[in-house]
């Protein structure tokens, strides 16, 4: 997570490493309040998290899904992607009929690697 000045959160991320795939961390979400986006909060968030997991076992892959159409997210991974040297490679995860509970934004994986730190 990151604080603001007075201590406040303004920004977080989650994921997990999946036990049969160790050496890749999922990312799930990443926020930062709308007062603090553009600033390169959300890109030193995962830099940090990337740093932190690399230093209790060798990350080679990180892995999010995203929605077509959004734009900061998509320029922020790939952002993360270039800084460490590694290639985005996307594959659709899931078509928008795919959901049984109607219609959904669909999902696409992207799997930014090899990262070197
Ligand atoms: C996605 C999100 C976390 C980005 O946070 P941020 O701190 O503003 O991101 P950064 O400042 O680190 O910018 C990362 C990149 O995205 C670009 N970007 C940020 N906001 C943008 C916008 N609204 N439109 C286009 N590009 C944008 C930045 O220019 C930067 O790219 P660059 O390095 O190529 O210039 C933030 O917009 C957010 O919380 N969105 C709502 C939640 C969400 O959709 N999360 C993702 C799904 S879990």
Redesign the pocket.
């Known amino acids: 997570g990151a604080g603001d000045e007075t201590g406040e959160p303004v920004?977080c991320v989650t994921g997990y490493v999946r036990s049969e795939r160790p050496d890749t961390r999922l990312?799930?979400?990443?926020?930062?309040?709308?007062a603090?986006?553009?600033?390169?909060?959300?890109?030193?968030?995962?830099d940090g998290l990337a740093a932190r997991v690399a230093r209790q076992h060798a990350l080679t892959a990180v892995e999010?899904t995203?929605?077509p159409g959004?734009?900061?997210?998509?320029?922020?991974f790939?952002?993360f992607a270039e800084r460490h040297g590694a290639t985005v490679e996307r594959t659709v995860l899931f078509e928008a009929g795919d959901f049984p509970d109607g219609p959904h934004e669909p999902e696409v994986l992207h799997r930014i690697g090899p990262l070197s730190p």
């Open positions: 920004g990312v799930w979400q990443v926020a930062v309040d709308e603090h986006r553009g600033c390169g909060l959300a890109g030193a968030l995962l999010t995203i929605t959004n734009t900061a997210s998509e320029r922020l790939a952002a």
